[in-house]
Each structure stands twice: as structure tokens, then as C-alpha cells.
């Protein structure tokens, strides 16, 4: 739910009925940027905040010029000075909603300029969080700058009160307003966005009676040399709104107590150089009340701090590697205690493995009979191996051909171990179908990384057809080795990319064929053959056998001849024009290669008995 308030009066009418039903009392707060630090005290920026400011009345020459809506100052998200898209986001102080309970309303109110300068949806975004993140947060609404756009609503050019309500389910201590710039014209296209007089009712649940002060601890708990630094925390005091600690101090043979560090808890305290008693002074501003904490004595010069030392001091593990072995040794008969835990097998004792996924300083603290202490240091390093990156022309080669695969590596000291036998950073491979190559990299630290790639071998292309031929008509046949892209230039002018085309030429031969086989990356290879196309012969088509085949023709070296498996017996005769039989011969069913290179240029007749049928076909040798 969003609404505007045109009168200051409503907000804090409807603040007095809320609190009517009393679960907690609620406090408003306000925030109008009259102080001159900005972000103001409690505020803070979520990510960048360069485009968030102050300004004053004394600096309003922008687009649009803007005086505050009241006092001197307001706030600003400077949208001329970022690209379209850019967001940007601050969060206010923490909103304390734990004694709001269920029935009362809780309301986030600011206003903001809207002008008509630019058409631009430049925008104020409202969210809550229960901290300082939008992962997670509830957006509470949206306002344009862009007073005609209707984000929530339409108005005149001038100041604009909005107020957005909180959701009930945020009833805890800790609760952030996120407010979120967002340009959306880009540099130097849009209006700047000015908000003033930010104001919310939280409802803190205040301290009643008489309050805790807790007890004192101290680390160390004494300080053996003659001053050292020490941390002051107070355990169990009473805590939340209304509550207010006071430190005190005194020397031993002082009666008086001074103040020092209000409200710390834990306090600091840098090169103590006496014995002084500590206490603290807890109050509850609502009753009043007060409690005192038991006075905690620090000793200086409390004894001879033990001599530590730890081995390693410095250890470098790989990701996965057994664990490091840390081994402190003191003085005093001493007990160790180790910090952080991160990566330890356990934090106390004189000897430890550590194990952490990330680097990590170890601080190991000597604890005397005597109650002093002195710490010593290790740091464990995770080195991870080497970012390695194989470089290659290409995964593909010529069956019989190299490649060089480089393992590219930053840094230096590395070793290599390649598969193919090398130890330098580089590596001749010949695949032979599918071979892989690996290299193992090692960095100073021995830590190592692993890398493969698979390489394949490709059949260097050998262009070769066949054909089978119906007068001008050529089925072609593809009897190439390796290729994967054909060109046929048919002699002609016309050519064709099949593998294995149909064509019929517009007249007789003899023609050039040319056919160009190719694959990467092994280039192509070209196969020529003069064919002879001729008119289909009338002569003997009444003599021919159904089924029975002879090709090429013109034939040079050899020819194919092709009887169906349903005759059971076939045998040839060459003849030639004249009838005298040149040669007879046996065929077998399916295909026959006869050989013609002996046989004289010219035409001939080839006569087929199957099955006792007879069939004749003529056959032009040209060598």
C-alpha cells in the first residue's frame, strides 16, 4: 500500500491513533541533511554512493534548479552524471520495530521533487531488509521523477509527500530502509532527484527498573610487562533501548573513580602503564535506575611472558594435500591455545594439523603458570595450481600431419609433462583417429593442474568417379577416398555440389568432366575424364536384355557390366562391326570388371546370351 500526505498533520494523526493500540510506544524520527556530514551519522551507502550528495540552497544551479523543501539542505541522486541503467543505493539507520507487535502500523515517509523537465522514468525505489542488502529485501514502492508519469501517481510540477507502510511481518530489533536511485535517460539525459524531510516511527523496546551491569573480563588477563594493550567486555548487562554504559576507572591507591568510554563495550585500551582498577555503570534512562559492576583489577608488570616460537612459520599446501603439521614450543610450562579454528584439527596443545581451504594466518598464545601470555604466528598457504590454457590451430588435422599444442601459463618455475613424452611447455601431436593430449603443469609449490584436448585425424581427399550413361544422360557415381564437399564442372558451363548427381547434356560429345573434392583441413584434390554423350541407339534396343547393364561408355581401361542375380547363367562375346568375335567370356551374376585396354579404339558390338536369351549392345573404346 502507497500513499501521499499533502499536510505534515495527517502523518502524525495517524501515528497517534496507531499508538492507541499500545504494544510499544513509537518514536519518529526524522532526517532533513541540516548537518553537514553526509551520509548523515548512522546511514551508509550499499555498494558505490558517488552519486548520492548533499546540497543546500546555496547550490541548486542543476536540472532542475530545486530549493529545499525545508531547512537548508536536502539530498540528491545525481542522474545527469550516470549511464542509463545505473543504480545506486544507501540505507538508513537501523529501524528497531520490537515492541511493535501485531496491531501497530509503522510508516516510511519522505518527500521528493517531481518536475517535467525530462521525460525520463528516473526513479526513487523503497525497499526494507532486516540488513543493509537488497538480496532479499521487500519493495515498498516506487516513485518517478518524471511528474507525469504515473509512479504511483500524476502531479504538478513541485515537492510530493510520499509514505509507504511497513509490512507487519517486520517486528524485530534490526530493520533497514533501502532507498535506491535509478537513472534511467543516461549521461547528461535526465533530471537530477531530490528528496528532503525523511521521516519513520520504529518502536524500540525500552529498559524497565533496575538494570544489569553484567561482571568484567579482561584479555589478557594481566599484563606481564610494564604496559600492554588490553580488551575490556563486559558479560550479561543489560541491553536495548534506554540503556547506557559508563566506564570508569581508577589507580589502587585512588579513592575516586573517572569516567572514561561511554557506551564502549568491548573497550580498548592501548599502552596501559599502571595497575588500575575497571567497573562499569549501567542505567535505564526510562526508571532511572542504575547498577554497578564488582570492580575488575588489571595488573601491569605481572611476571616474565613466556618465549614462543612455532615451526613452520610459513607452509604452502596444494588444494587436497595431507594436512600441515604446526609444532609450538614455550617457555613456563605453558598452554597453547590456537586461533582462528579454520581449517584445525582441534585449537588447543603444542602441535596441530591444519588443513584450511584458503589462506590463513594462525595466531598460537602461550599461556604461563603464571598467567602471562606471548603469541607467535604461522601462516599456511593454498596454492592452487597453474592456470593453464592449451593453444592449437585447430582439433582437426591431415591424417599424417602435426599440430603444435602450447600450454600457456602464467608465472614462472612451472614443469610440464606432456603425454607425448615432452617436458617443455609445448608439444608436437599426430593423431591417428582420436588422440588425446595431456599435459600435467606444475607451479614452485609442486601444486598441479591437469589439462586435456582430443585431436582428430582427417583422410587427405582423392577425387575419382564412375558413371553409368543413357545417351545424354549421366548418373554419376562418387568413387572418391575421404572429402566432404564436391564441386562437379560439367564442361559446359553448368556444375553441381550433390555428391553424386543426375545429368543430362544438351548434345554430343566428347566432353570434359571435372570433379574437386574437398575437406578441411586438407585442402581438395581434382579428378578429369572426357565423356562422349550420344543419342540413344534404335538399332539394337529391340536386342537388349531387361536388367542387363554396360558402362562407362565410352569406355578407356576398363568397363562394368552388371547381370541381375535372377538370371543363372550369362556369357559375352566382343565382336566388331563386322562380326568377327575378338574375345568370349564367362560372367558371373552382379557386377563383372572386364578389362579393354587391349582392345583397339572404335566401336563395338557386345553380345549377351543369358538364360538362352540374346541381347546386343554397342561399346565405343576410346583410350
Not at 422 to 444: D, E, F, L, M
Not at 524 to 548: C, E, H, M, W, Y
Request: glycine fraction near 8%; charge should be neutral.
Amino acid at each position: 500500500m502507497n500513499f501521499k500526505f499533502t499536510q505534515k498533520i495527517a502523518l502524525f494523526a495517524l501515528i497517534l491513533a496507531s499508538s492507541q493500540n499500545v504494544f510499544g510506544q513509537a518514536e519518529l524520527v526524522t532526517e532533513g541533511f541540516e548537518g553537514t556530514t553526509f551520509l548523515p551519522t548512522g546511514w551508509a551507502g550499499v555498494g558505490n554512493t558517488n552519486l548520492w550528495s548533499r546540497r543546500t540552497t546555496a547550490n541548486t544551479n542543476t536540472n532542475p534548479t530545486v530549493t529545499p523543501y525545508a531547512g537548508d539542505a536536502m539530498m540528491r541522486f545525481n542522474t545527469r552524471g550516470a549511464n542509463a541503467g545505473a543504480t545506486q543505493t544507501i540505507s538508513s539507520p537501523n529501524m528497531d520495530l520490537s515492541s511493535r507487535g501485531t496491531s501497530n502500523n509503522s510508516y516510511f515517509s519522505f518527500y521528493i521533487y517531481r518536475d517535467t523537465q525530462q521525460t525520463q522514468d528516473d526513479s526513487i525505489t523503497i525497499s526494507i531488509n532486516t540488513s543493509r542488502s537488497l538480496t532479499g529485501a521487500k519493495r515498498l514502492g516506487v516513485v518517478a521523477r518524471y511528474a507525469k508519469s504515473n509512479l504511483p501517481d500524476i502531479v504538478a510540477e513541485g515537492w510530493q509527500k510520499y509514505s509507504f507502510a511497513i509490512p507487519s511481518t517486520y517486528t524485530g530489533a534490526n530493520n533497514y530502509i533501502l532507498i535506491t536511485g535509478t537513472d534511467r535517460g543516461g549521461f547528461n539525459q535526465g533530471s537530477v532527484i531530490y528528496m528532503d524531510e525523511i521521516e519513520w516511527q520504529h518502536f524500540p523496546t525500552y529498559c524497565k527498573g533496575k538494570p544489569s551491569a553484567g561482571s568484567i573480563t579482561s584479555n589478557p588477563k594481566k599484563i606481564c610487562a610494564a604496559f600492554g594493550n588490553v580488551t575490556f567486555t563486559v558479560n550479561g548487562n543489560s541491553t536495548g533501548s534506554g540503556i547506557s554504559i559508563q566506564w570508569q576507572t581508577r589507580l589502587p591507591a585512588d579513592t575516586t573513580w573517572t569516567n572514561v568510554g561511554a557506551g564502549e563495550n568491548p573497550r580498548n585500551v592501548n599502552g596501559l602503564n599502571a595497575s588500575r582498577y575497571y567497573r562499569v555503570i549501567v542505567t535505564c534512562s526510562k526508571s532511572s535506575e542504575s547498577d554497578t559492576a564488582d570492580e575488575y583489577l588489571i595488573e601491569t608488570n605481572a611476571g616474565t611472558p613466556p618465549t614462543i616460537s612455532v615451526t613452520p612459520t610459513n607452509t604452502t599446501l596444494c588444494p587436497g594435500a595431507s594436512l600441515a603439521k604446526l609444532v609450538a614450543t614455550a617457555t613456563g610450562n605453558s598452554t597453547f591455545a590456537w586461533t582462528p579454528a579454520t581449517g584445525l584439527d582441534m585449537t588447543t596443545g603444542d602441535t596441530v594439523y591444519s588443513g584450511p581451504t584458503a589462506t590463513t594466518n594462525y595466531t598460537v598464545t602461550a599461556t604461563d603458570t603464571a598467567g602471562c601470555t606471548a603469541s607467535a604466528f604461522a601462516r599456511v598457504t593454498i596454492s592452487a595450481g597453474p592456470n593453464v590454457t592449451l593453444i592449437f590451430a585447430d582439433t582437426m588435422v591431415c591424417k599424417g600431419d602435426s599440430l603444435l599444442v602450447t600450454a600457456q601459463v602464467g608465472g614462472f618455475g612451472n614443469t610440464y609433462s606432456w603425454s607425448t613424452g615432452s617436458n617443455t611447455n609445448a608439444t608436437y601431436v599426430t593423431p591417428n583417429g582420436s588422440t588425446t593430449a595431456t599435459v600435467t603443469v606444475k607451479n614452485n609449490a609442486q601444486c598441479e593442474t591437469v589439462k586435456s584436448q582430443t585431436f582428430y585425424s582427417v583422410d587427405k581427399p582423392e577425387a575419382q568417379f564412375n558413371y553409368k550413361q543413357n545417351g545424354f544422360t549421366f548418373d554419376f557415381i562418387n568413387t572418391s577416398v575421404g572429402g566432404d564437399t564436391y564441386w562437379w564442372q560439367f564442361g559446359d558451363g553448368n556444375e553441381s555440389f550433390l555428391e553424386k548427381p543426375s545429368y543430362t547434356f544438351s548434345k554430343a560429345g566428347p566432353i570434359t568432366v571435372k570433379f574437386i573434392v574437398s575437406q578441411a583441413p586438407c585442402g581438395a584434390d581434382t579428378f578429369v575424364q572426357t565423356l562422349n554423350p550420344q543419342p540413344l541407339s534404335t538399332g539394337f534396343d529391340k536386342f537388349q536384355i531387361a536388367g542387363v547393364e554396360i558402362y562407362p561408355n565410352p569406355a578407356s581401361d576398363a568397363v562394368q557390366v552388371f547381370i541381375p542375380e535372377s538370371y543363372e547363367k550369362a556369357t559375352l562375346s566382343i565382336k566388331d562391326l563386322r562380326g568377327v568375335t575378338i574375345q568370349n567370356i564367362p560372367l558371373k551374376n552382379n557386377n563383372n570388371t572386364l578389362q579393354v585396354g587391349n582392345i583397339p579404339n572404335g566401336l563395338y558390338l557386345f553380345e549377351f546370351e543369358v538364360d538362352r536369351k540374346v541381347g546386343i549392345y554397342k561399346l565405343n573404346i576410346n583410350h
